[in-house]
């Protein structure tokens, strides 16, 4: 993208790092048959099933990905402080680059859009001692691939997954549940960290334990503890704190938490695939799975997921094979039956709205 289709939108291009408290205008973007296409984002928590089907079902996922400095800045106050001093150069040098090569990437032809939107930002966090925290515009899956941004922050002198305090947040919009699918999607994560089988896998495919900022909780509304989830589900609400592992607090997203910083493309693309499988796995039972069928499922939520995403494993490359190379859930490890015929299985092949 050139010097002058660099500077979207009021603000221009924004190459320094903002405020926490910035909040971007948003826009969804998908790429389909290698072209980029942007639609409206969804200002409410209601159902719309007409945007699911516009995006074939891919959900649009706004990333926030923490990241530390490593500081060897040389300038004469870094030289001349403390030890424990840090000066803002560095940070500021390595931000200019990175914001430019991530959109040097992108087609000035006008044609593509009226307007981009700049699709990474850069934020300080309150929670991180001298660190950036990238944002992006809610992308599919196949749109966060194919503008490959994250590959941007190697060997620039940042870290993610070797710090003790950087995560991995995604949002994701409430209008592409409806209640029951809703449901199903928090009775999946309940699952993933109830049983003790279960939440080993959790912690492999999170690559992080249960943290303080991100408990692992379930979401709670007021009401009966029979229907404390149904309510979740329905009203898209929750009582407890924004720290648990799912946050339900903003108007009209669902926060992921769980998830370990990490600036590796395979990383971020299993973390990505992962949410996208269980989205299309719920509407899968949604739409196609008979009552008998059903209650098998609800027995064991997650290996049914995992059937499903090694049946079709096409669709998730990189968060398949991560599973599949295991000891433990993989090929040999006797947890999933990869010769079960078509009508054994819930789907063969994703959901398409």
Not at 35 to 43: G, I, S, V
Not at 261 to 279: D, H, R, T, V
Request: with cysteine; hydrophobic share 35%.
């Amino acid at each position: 993208m050139c010097k002058e289709c660099l500077h979207v939108g009021e603000d221009g291009f924004l190459d320094h790092i903002l405020n926490y408290s910035y909040k971007p205008l948003v826009d969804f973007y998908h790429v389909a048959n290698f072209t980029w296409q942007k639609f409206p984002a969804l200002r409410t928590k209601e159902f719309s099933p007409e945007t699911v089907q516009t995006l074939n079902g891919f959900l649009p996922m706004g990333v926030e990905l923490e990241t530390q400095v490593v500081n060897s800045c040389d300038c004469d106050d870094c030289e001349y402080n403390d030890e424990d001093y840090v000066c803002s150069d560095e940070r500021d040098d390595i931000l200019y680059e990175v914001m430019r090569d991530i959109h040097n990437n992108l087609d000035c032809d006008s044609a593509t859009f009226d307007q981009w939107r700049q699709l990474v930002i850069a934020k300080y966090d309150g929670s991180l001692n001298y660190g950036i925290e990238f944002v992006t515009q809610p992308m599919t899956v196949l749109a966060h691939k194919e503008l490959g941004w994250v590959k941007q922050l190697h060997h620039r002198g940042l870290y993610s997954y070797s710090s003790d305090n950087c995560g991995l947040h995604v949002h994701i919009p409430k209008a592409f549940f409806n209640t029951k699918t809703l449901w199903m999607f928090l009775s999946l994560h309940e699952q993933f960290i109830s049983r003790v089988e279960n939440r080993s896998m959790f912690e492999f495919i999170a690559q992080r334990r249960d943290r303080g900022y991100a408990k692992w909780q379930m979401p709670e509304a007021s009401g009966y503890y029979a229907t404390n989830k149904l309510n979740v589900a329905k009203h898209k609400v929750m009582a407890n704190d924004r720290s648990s592992m799912l946050n339900l607090h903003p108007p009209y997203t669902i926060e992921l938490r769980y998830f370990k910083g990490n600036m590796k493309p395979e990383g971020l693309y299993g973390y990505l695939e992962f949410i996208q499988a269980m989205y299309d796995f719920v509407n899968v039972v949604d739409k196609a799975v008979p009552p008998i069928v059903m209650q098998r499922v609800k027995e064991d939520w997650v290996q049914h997921f995992m059937q499903f995403v090694y049946t079709n494993n096409e669709y998730y490359p990189v968060f398949s094979q991560k599973m599949l190379v295991t000891r433990k859930w993989g090929v040999n490890s006797g947890y999933i039956n990869l010769e079960l015929t078509e009508k054994e299985i819930i789907s063969n092949g994703r959901r398409v709205s």
